[in-house]
């Protein structure tokens, strides 16, 4: 039961927010246990944290309604309104 509630309480407070925000805090989240795990201190959690959570924030803007990635003939990408 324990385990559902926090599953619950971690889940559920994600469910208005916008992609970007929720790519963030999942980013965040998993940044962090992985750093965590891998250093085996905290501040290889931090890390992780940080570039998890940044890298959540891009992926997420960019799956955000509206905007799309586009790529011109020469390979470059550019995100413009869908």
Do not use: F, H, W
């Not at 559902?4 to 559920?12: F, G, M, T």
């Not at 955000?64 to 869908?82: L, Q």
């Amino acid at each position: 039961m324990k385990k559902i509630l926090i599953i619950a309480s971690l889940v559920l407070p994600l469910a208005a927010c916008t992609q970007t925000e929720k790519g963030a805090a999942i980013g965040a989240g998993s940044g962090a246990v992985i750093g965590g795990l891998a250093t085996g201190n905290v501040r290889g959690a931090a890390v992780g944290a940080a570039v998890g959570g940044v890298a959540g924030a891009l992926i997420g803007n960019a799956n955000e309604p509206g905007r799309c990635i586009y790529r011109d003939r020469y390979g470059r990408r550019y995100e413009a309104a869908c």
